[in-house]
């Protein structure tokens, strides 16, 4: 079988006839991801005992590989295989965004792209994809008995990975990306009272780590922010707290090769303590904060640090173990103060521990607090719709915790 093959100019692509017959023709088309060159093939028909310089054959992928250029100079991006699926792609997505997502919103992605978008379309083709596919996802997850806020997300991760299939080059009709996402679930969380949390207080009085459960209250800080509280960030003679890390545990790269690491951003400040548990910076900027102790706070944190259990990473509550408390475990404390204090969200639920900050925040606020300050104080949480931000100096914030004592003092 002869082979024909000319050179053509660098850039214009290049023809040649494979080994089995069939014409061939090449173009780079940018680079991928990880930085390598992107070829894009079109074939076409074989000949059969040789061909010539006007092949019909020939003539054909010529033509071939001038629409796709053409397809390229119009959508302005590299075309890739068109045989890739969902399954394929989110595994590539995964990967890319390991190293641009922070730990925990990348694992919110994976649990949805693993027990949800995969199960239900992943076997189709990107470019064959309908606005049926779309609304198969969310009508899966309604079946099983997922609230609608769980399928909002899940459209959020879906949608975000076929916009970056778009970008690297991939067809993905654009239509699919107008469906309308499911309707957000009313958030129910809300504060407790000062009667509630009063008795939720005096329950946790009687843990040598009690002072854990009044710091949620009183100061208004998140569960990751109180696990990954170290005593080098309490100043008990000035009676500040220092908010500059959270505790959370950052999935491997790989379970079965732990040697490989952890899933970390590039450049994200970190501290490992054992196993998967790392200490991370805030998410803003304004989650760094300093948070002022009312006397009796510094007091109840005096009385803890004679007592609390040694460890090597200098957590101030650690478990009686001396490790990192596991987040469960922590929220089931809280469920079960509660369950001794008689004390329960009006739906029939235990509270959040985030629904702490809520009660933090409503307790200033009902002492007449000025917003900007709890906003502040808080770490610009979203208890807050106000966007207002300004420096609050040292006095008024411990104003503001005092007054949220004096709200529980009254009672």
Request: charged share 20%.
């Amino acid at each position: 079988m002869g082979t024909c093959k000319t050179r053509r100019e660098y850039g214009t692509g290049s023809v040649f006839q494979r080994a089995d017959g069939r014409w061939a023709a090449t173009i780079e088309a940018g680079y991928t991801a990880s930085g390598s060159r992107r070829r894009v093939t079109v074939t076409s028909k074989g000949c059969v005992g040789g061909c010539s310089a006007k092949c019909a054959h020939r003539a054909e992928i010529k033509a071939k590989l001038k629409e796709r250029q053409r397809q390229i100079a119009a959508e302005g991006l590299p075309t890739v295989s068109a045989r890739a699926t969902v399954k394929s792609w989110s595994d590539s997505w995964l990967e890319m965004t390991r190293l641009t997502l922070r730990p925990r919103p990348w694992a919110t992605n994976r649990s949805a792209v693993r027990q949800w978008i995969v199960p239900t379309i992943g076997h189709r083709r990107l470019d064959q994809l309908a606005p049926a596919d779309i609304r198969a996802v969310a009508e899966a997850q309604r079946a099983a008995g997922r609230s609608s806020s769980t399928a909002q997300r899940t459209h959020v991760t879906l949608t975000g990975m076929l916009r970056a299939a778009i970008l690297e080059g991939h067809q993905v009709p654009r239509r699919v990306l107008d469906v309308a996402a499911p309707a957000k679930a009313v958030n129910d969380r809300t504060s407790m009272t000062v009667v509630e949390s009063v008795a939720v207080l005096h329950a946790a009085s009687f843990l040598p780590h009690g002072s854990r459960w009044a710091i949620a209250v009183f100061g208004g800080m998140r569960q990751g922010e109180c696990l990954g509280l170290l005593w080098e960030n309490v100043d008990l003679d000035a009676g500040t707290i220092t908010v500059q890390w959270e505790l959370q545990q950052v999935p491997y790269i790989d379970r079965n090769d732990k040697s490989l690491g952890f899933r970390l951003p590039e450049g994200l400040p970190n501290r490992h303590l054992v196993d998967s548990f790392h200490l991370l910076p805030p998410k803003t900027k304004r989650g760094f904060r300093v948070v002022p102790l009312v006397p009796a706070m510094v007091e109840a944190l005096r009385d803890w640090k004679e007592i609390a259990p040694p460890n090597p990473y200098g957590l101030v509550w650690p478990t009686a173990g001396g490790r990192p408390a596991n987040e469960k475990h922590d929220r089931e404390e809280w469920q079960a103060l509660q369950g001794t204090a008689c004390v329960g969200h009006p739906g029939g639920r235990y509270y959040h521990p985030h629904e702490a900050r809520h009660t933090t925040a409503t307790a200033m606020l009902e002492a007449g607090v000025d917003p900007k300050i709890v906003t502040d104080l808080l770490g610009h949480s979203s208890i807050l719709t106000s966007n207002l931000y300004q420096h609050t100096s040292q006095s008024q914030a411990l104003l503001a915790m005092e007054a949220v004592a004096g709200r529980y003092s009254g009672q």
